[in-house]
Protein backbone atom coordinates (compact mmCIF):
# COMPACT_ATOMS: atom_id res chain seq x y z
CA UNK A 1 0.00 0.00 0.00
CA UNK A 2 1.36 3.61 -0.75
CA UNK A 3 -0.61 6.90 1.50
CA UNK A 4 -0.04 9.86 0.18
CA UNK A 5 -1.08 13.43 1.73
CA UNK A 6 -1.49 16.85 -0.44
CA UNK A 7 -1.07 20.37 1.32
CA UNK A 8 -0.50 23.40 -0.26
CA UNK A 9 -3.95 24.28 -1.68
CA UNK A 10 -5.84 27.65 -1.26
CA UNK A 11 -6.98 30.98 -2.84
CA UNK A 12 -4.53 32.92 -5.08
CA UNK A 13 -4.56 35.99 -7.39
CA UNK A 14 -4.35 35.47 -10.82
CA UNK A 15 -0.69 35.82 -11.16
CA UNK A 16 0.25 34.49 -8.17
CA UNK A 17 2.34 31.43 -6.67
CA UNK A 18 1.29 28.48 -4.67
CA UNK A 19 3.54 25.71 -3.70
CA UNK A 20 1.57 21.62 -3.44
CA UNK A 21 2.88 19.17 -1.27
CA UNK A 22 2.38 15.52 -1.45
CA UNK A 23 3.68 13.16 1.51
CA UNK A 24 4.63 10.09 0.39
CA UNK A 25 4.27 6.16 2.57
CA UNK A 26 4.73 2.79 2.10
CA UNK A 27 6.73 0.32 1.26
CA UNK A 28 6.42 0.35 -2.58
CA UNK A 29 6.51 4.01 -3.33
CA UNK A 30 10.30 4.42 -4.70
CA UNK A 31 9.23 1.99 -7.50
CA UNK A 32 7.23 4.14 -9.28
CA UNK A 33 6.63 7.50 -10.48
CA UNK A 34 4.79 10.24 -9.06
CA UNK A 35 2.11 12.07 -10.88
CA UNK A 36 -0.01 15.66 -10.14
CA UNK A 37 -3.10 15.51 -11.99
CA UNK A 38 -6.53 18.27 -11.87
CA UNK A 39 -9.66 17.87 -11.70
CA UNK A 40 -12.01 21.62 -12.31
CA UNK A 41 -15.72 21.11 -11.94
CA UNK A 42 -17.60 19.52 -14.76
CA UNK A 43 -14.23 18.49 -16.02
CA UNK A 44 -12.51 15.13 -16.38
CA UNK A 45 -8.98 14.43 -14.35
CA UNK A 46 -6.63 15.52 -16.26
CA UNK A 47 -2.82 15.25 -16.35
CA UNK A 48 -0.16 17.93 -14.81
CA UNK A 49 3.03 16.69 -14.12
CA UNK A 50 4.90 13.80 -13.32
CA UNK A 51 8.38 12.81 -12.19
CA UNK A 52 10.49 9.64 -11.58
CA UNK A 53 11.84 8.78 -7.74
CA UNK A 54 14.82 7.59 -9.12
CA UNK A 55 16.49 9.65 -11.81
CA UNK A 56 13.64 12.31 -11.36
CA UNK A 57 12.95 12.19 -15.04
CA UNK A 58 10.15 15.07 -15.56
CA UNK A 59 6.95 15.75 -18.23
CA UNK A 60 4.42 18.30 -18.12
CA UNK A 61 1.37 18.90 -19.64
CA UNK A 62 1.52 21.80 -22.45
CA UNK A 63 -1.19 24.33 -20.53
CA UNK A 64 1.54 24.28 -17.54
CA UNK A 65 4.68 24.43 -19.03
CA UNK A 66 7.03 27.38 -18.23
CA UNK A 67 4.91 27.86 -15.50
CA UNK A 68 4.50 24.85 -12.95
CA UNK A 69 8.01 22.84 -11.72
CA UNK A 70 7.57 19.74 -9.96
CA UNK A 71 10.34 18.63 -8.37
CA UNK A 72 10.86 15.92 -5.11
CA UNK A 73 13.19 15.74 -1.72
CA UNK A 74 13.96 12.03 -1.32
CA UNK A 75 14.57 12.24 2.10
CA UNK A 76 11.76 13.77 3.31
CA UNK A 77 9.76 11.39 0.82
CA UNK A 78 7.83 14.61 -0.80
CA UNK A 79 7.26 15.50 -4.24
CA UNK A 80 6.13 19.47 -4.62
CA UNK A 81 4.52 21.27 -7.17
CA UNK A 82 5.34 24.84 -7.29
CA UNK A 83 2.88 26.74 -9.59
CA UNK A 84 3.96 30.63 -10.97
CA UNK A 85 1.88 32.62 -12.84
CA UNK A 86 -1.75 31.52 -12.12
CA UNK A 87 -4.90 31.89 -14.03
CA UNK A 88 -8.07 31.35 -13.40
CA UNK A 89 -7.98 28.45 -15.56
CA UNK A 90 -6.12 26.46 -12.92
CA UNK A 91 -8.69 26.38 -10.52
CA UNK A 92 -9.23 22.70 -9.59
CA UNK A 93 -8.48 20.06 -7.00
CA UNK A 94 -5.43 19.11 -7.38
CA UNK A 95 -4.59 15.10 -6.76
CA UNK A 96 -0.94 13.26 -6.38
CA UNK A 97 -0.90 9.70 -7.61
CA UNK A 98 1.81 6.97 -7.61
CA UNK A 99 2.08 4.65 -10.26
CA UNK A 100 4.06 4.20 -13.68
CA UNK A 101 5.78 7.07 -15.18
CA UNK A 102 2.48 7.93 -16.79
CA UNK A 103 0.45 10.97 -18.44
CA UNK A 104 -3.04 8.68 -17.96
CA UNK A 105 -4.45 8.69 -14.81
CA UNK A 106 -5.74 5.20 -15.36
CA UNK A 107 -2.40 4.00 -14.80
CA UNK A 108 -2.12 5.11 -11.29
CA UNK A 109 -2.42 2.68 -8.50
CA UNK A 110 -2.38 5.41 -5.35
CA UNK A 111 -4.33 8.57 -5.06
CA UNK A 112 -3.96 10.89 -2.62
CA UNK A 113 -7.46 13.09 -0.96
CA UNK A 114 -6.90 16.39 -3.24
CA UNK A 115 -6.26 19.67 -2.42
CA UNK A 116 -8.29 22.82 -3.58
CA UNK A 117 -6.63 25.45 -5.75
CA UNK A 118 -8.50 28.56 -6.86
CA UNK A 119 -6.99 31.36 -8.75
CA UNK A 120 -9.39 34.44 -8.57
CA UNK A 121 -9.80 36.77 -11.73
Known amino acids: QVHLVESGGGLVQTGGSLRLSCAAS????????MGWFRQASGKEREFVAA????????KYADSVKGRFSISKDNSKNTVYLQMNSLKPEDTAVYYC??????????????WGQGTQVTVSS
Open 97 to 110: ASGPYSTAYSAYNY
Open 51 to 58: ITWTVGDR
Open 26 to 33: GRTFRDYA
